[in-house]
């Protein structure tokens, strides 16, 4: 399948399926009339692409994964220490968004206490 019908199918950003072709990840030369051509071996691979986006990888994260991956060597170390950097970036974003909240929940409660009072004066 083209790269259109790739995007459409499964959707996947143009911009992705862009940046796999220029990373060179593909084993096997895969053009076909200046065309690359998607198999099911690639819709694997760029489902795990699209996974370490979504959870906040930069391109060259994700890239950086991807070569591990291929790497003849073991890498789950160096794979899982990426993951884990990304799960702690995460859970300090959501700490942070918790404190926001608290102080979103604080200055409500202190307008309802002021909006209780003066309809008590009243």
Known sequence: M???EASERYQ???KILKE???WGLCKAVKKVMGAWQYDD???EWL???MTLHDVGFTSQEVEAYMRLLLDEQETKGQRM???CRQRNAVLDEIHFKEKQLER???LRHEIRKE???ENQDN
């Open 104 to 106: 979103l929940d604080y």
């Open 81 to 83: 220490q990426m993951l």
């Open 41 to 43: 071996s690639d819709l």
């Open 12 to 14: 996947i950003p143009m």
């Open 115 to 117: 909006m209780s009072s």
């Open 47 to 49: 489902s795990l692409i």
């Open 2 to 4: 083209t790269i259109h």
């Open 20 to 22: 796999y072709e220029t």
